[in-house]
C-alpha cells in the first residue's frame, strides 16, 4: 500500500533540497562502512578496481577510494553537487558534455561524475561494472521507483565478480515517510534475491534518528549487504 506521507522524490526535490543546503544525509568524514568492509568490495583489495557510485551526491568517499589508486564513477542530479564534491576536496576537473549527460571529470581522469539522470545512464557510457558503493541512492526513493531501479542497475553490472555493498536503513516506516526509507530484507531479497547472494555484514543502532518518533521507537537500524554472485 502506498503511505499517503511518502514524499516524491524527483529532480526538482532533490535540486531545492540542495539549493537550501538541506543536506544532511552528507557525510564529512569517510563513512566507517565502507571503510571497514573496503576488502568486501575491492575484492581484498586485489587490485585497482572501477567502483560505481549510483546517486553520488558529493560523497567524501569517492575521493578517499581515488586516492587508494580506484576508479570512481557517479551519477548526480544536480549540478551544484558535483561542482562542489570537485571543489572541495581541490580536485582539478573538466566538464563535458555527453549526449544526455555534462560529465565531470579529474585532472588524472581517475573520477568521472555523470551530472543527469541515473535511468538514463548506460553501458554507451562506461564499461559494466563489478563493484558498487550505494549510499543513499535505493533507500532515496519511494517503493515503486526501487524496483525501476533495482532492474535498472543491474543492466550495468558485468555479470560476474558483483561485489555490492548496499547500505539501508531498516525502521518502522509509519513513524517516518523518508526519504531515507525503510528498505529490509525481505524487499532487499526481491529485488535482488533471483539473481545474487545476500548477507547482512553490519547492523547498527544508527545514533542520528531522522525525527523524535523514531528516536522514541530506539528501532532505527543502518545495515549494511554485500551481494555478490551466486
Ligand atoms: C540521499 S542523497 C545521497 C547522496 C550520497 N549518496 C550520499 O550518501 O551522500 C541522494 C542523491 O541522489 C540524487 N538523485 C536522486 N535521484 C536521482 C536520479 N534519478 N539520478 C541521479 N541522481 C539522483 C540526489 O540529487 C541526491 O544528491
Not at 545512464?121 to 517503493?143: I, M, Q
Not at 533495482?150 to 509509519?174: K, M, P, W
Not at 524487499?187 to 539473481?195: F, I, T
Not at 547498527?204 to 549494511?224: A, D, W
Amino acid at each position: 500500500m502506498t503511505n499517503p506521507e511518502t514524499t516524491y522524490t524527483d529532480a526538482d526535490y532533490w535540486s531545492q533540497r540542495w539549493e537550501k543546503n538541506e543536506i544532511s544525509f552528507h557525510k564529512s568524514t569517510i563513512h566507517p562502512f565502507l571503510e571497514k568492509h573496503l576488502d568486501k568490495l575491492t575484492n581484498n583489495n586485489e587490485s585497482q578496481k572501477q567502483i560505481f557510485f549510483p546517486f553520488c551526491g558529493k560523497e567524501l568517499d569517492m575521493a578517499w577510494l581515488a586516492s587508494l589508486g580506484h576508479e570512481i564513477v557517479g551519477v548526480e542530479f544536480v549540478e551544484a553537487a558535483c561542482e562542489q564534491f570537485f571543489n572541495e576536496n581541490n580536485i582539478k576537473y573538466t566538464v563535458s558534455i555527453l549526449k544526455n549527460f555534462k560529465l565531470f571529470t579529474s585532472q588524472n581522469g581517475k573520477i568521472r561524475i555523470y551530472n543527469g539522470d541515473f535511468f538514463n545512464f548506460n553501458l554507451e557510457y562506461e564499461k559494466a561494472f563489478e563493484c558498487v558503493w550505494d549510499r543513499g541512492a535505493l533507500v532515496a526513493l519511494p517503493a515503486d521507483l526501487r524496483v525501476k531501479y533495482a532492474e535498472h542497475i543491474q543492466t550495468l553490472f558485468s555479470g560476474q565478480n558483483l561485489r555490492y555493498l548496499l547500505d539501508t536503513y531498516d525502521y518502522d516506516q509509519e513513524l517516518y515517510p523518508g526519504p531515507p526509507h525503510s528498505v529490509r530484507m525481505d524487499e532487499v531479497k526481491k529485488l535482488y534475491g533471483l539473481k545474487y547472494k545476500i548477507e547482512v555484514i553490519e547492523s547498527q543502532i544508527h545514533n542520528r534518528p531522522f525525527n523524535e518518533r523514531l528516536k522514541e521507537s530506539n528501532n532505527l537500524y543502518e545495515k549494511l549487504y554485500l551481494l555478490s554472485n551466486i
